[in-house]
């Protein structure tokens, strides 16, 4: 039975592939890697492929023929983990602003604590965001906030995309049925955890901005996660969480 793989989802990560994949593999704890490249065009899956002959069981490669959104990535993502046996699936992005050692936390907390979602925050001690400007650190802070109010789900940092799922989470979520592709995914993801009555733990966690390639962040992003929440309150109440 393999035991974790780290998700990564790219869209123009030359910068950044090598080093990441690197760092992680490096790491004491053997975690595996799959990284899903929606055929960036600056050649992100091609520096996969060939530092594939260097890991060859640990580093793997799905690639999708066009960019379709962070979300679609990890769903593909996610089922190929679940198909391939593992049992603790990481999602992470590729841009350093998670730090792979931050991994090891998340694991902890549920492969030793027993939790089913755990989650690199942010804000659940204080903002520790490095490098935002304040005009991202307000959106995102108060985007959380937004979500608690509307959902009641106790979440200090519902729109991060750093975490640990245990399979059983992402086996009990019908992922056909997800609908949102931004940060709408990651509130929906961890909505649903909630819902469904899985134990979630909020990890601290120091997040940097970017410093190689460029944001895919977008206006059409944020609108989708805004609507997005009111939209999976709303449907929460007619249907049932039974596991
Ligand atoms: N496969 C795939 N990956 C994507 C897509 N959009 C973003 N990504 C990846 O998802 C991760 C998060 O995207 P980012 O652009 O870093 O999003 P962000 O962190 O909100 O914004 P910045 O860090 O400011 O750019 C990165 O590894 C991206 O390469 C997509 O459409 N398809
Ligand atoms: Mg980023």
Excluded at 225 to 243: D, E, W
Aim: aromatic residues 12%.
């Amino acid at each position: 039975m393999k035991e974790s793989v780290v998700v990564i989802p790219t869209y123009n990560e030359i910068e950044n592939i090598e080093a990441i994949i690197r760092k992680v593999l490096s790491l004491p704890h053997p975690f595996d890697l799959l990284i899903v490249d929606d055929n960036s065009p600056d050649g992100t899956a091609q520096a996969v492929i060939s530092l594939q002959q260097e890991f060859p069981d640990r580093l793997h490669l799905e690639q999708r023929k066009g960019k379709l959104g962070l979300g679609t990535a990890y769903i593909h993502g996610f089922k190929y983990a679940l198909r391939n046996g593992y049992t603790f699936i990481f999602e992470m992005d590729a841009d350093f602003s998670h730090n792979p050692n931050d991994l090891m936390h998340l694991y902890n907390a549920c492969a030793v604590e027993g939790y089913d979602l755990s989650i690199g925050s942010r804000y659940s001690s204080g903002v520790n965001v490095v490098n935002w400007p304040m005009s991202r650190v307000l959106l995102s802070y108060f985007a959380s906030r937004y979500v608690r109010l509307i959902t009641g789900m106790p979440i200090h940092d519902a729109t991060a995309g750093f975490k640990c799922y245990h399979r059983q989470v992402l086996e009990t979520i019908d992922l056909d049925k997800i609908r949102f592709i931004g940060y709408a995914f990651q509130i929906e993801m961890k909505f649903l955890a909630y819902k469904f009555g899985f134990k979630l733990k909020e990890v601290p966690i120091i997040f940097t901005d970017r410093t190689k390639g460029q944001s895919k962040m977008s206006k059409g992003i944020i609108r989708e996660a805004f609507l997005g929440v009111i939209q999976m309150k709303v449907s929460s109440y007619f249907r049932q969480f039974v596991r």
